[in-house]
C-alpha cells in the first residue's frame, strides 16, 4: 500500500478541503482514508497500487486549484495490537 500526499495551493476553507478529497474519490476510487488541511496545504489518501501522478495533478488543477507536488511512500496499517 502507498500513502500519498499531495501540496496543493488555494484552498481556503473546509467547502475547498471537502472540493479537494471528492476529486480525489472520483479519479481514484479505490482511495481510502482520503483527507485534505487548507492549514497545511496538502492532501493524503492510501491506495493499494501507485497512481498516474499526471492524471491526479489533471484533476486537481481542473477544480481551480493548484498541484504544487506529490510525495509517495509506503503506507503500513497499523493494528490494534502492533
Do not use: W
Not at 499531495?6 to 472520483?26: N, P, S, W
Not at 486537481?60 to 490494534?80: C, M, Q, W
Request: net charge positive.
Amino acid at each position: 500500500m502507498n500513502k500519498i500526499t499531495v501540496k496543493i495551493d488555494g484552498m481556503m476553507c473546509g467547502m475547498c478541503e471537502a472540493h479537494i478529497c471528492d476529486t480525489i474519490r472520483r479519479e481514484f476510487p479505490d482511495a481510502k482514508k482520503v483527507s485534505a488541511s487548507k492549514s497545511k496545504k496538502q492532501a493524503s489518501f492510501v491506495v493499494e497500487e501507485s497512481i498516474d501522478e499526471a492524471k491526479l495533478k489533471k484533476a486537481i488543477d481542473a477544480t481551480g486549484y493548484t498541484f504544487v507536488s506529490l510525495i509517495s511512500e509506503e503506507y503500513k496499517k497499523r493494528g490494534l495490537f502492533n
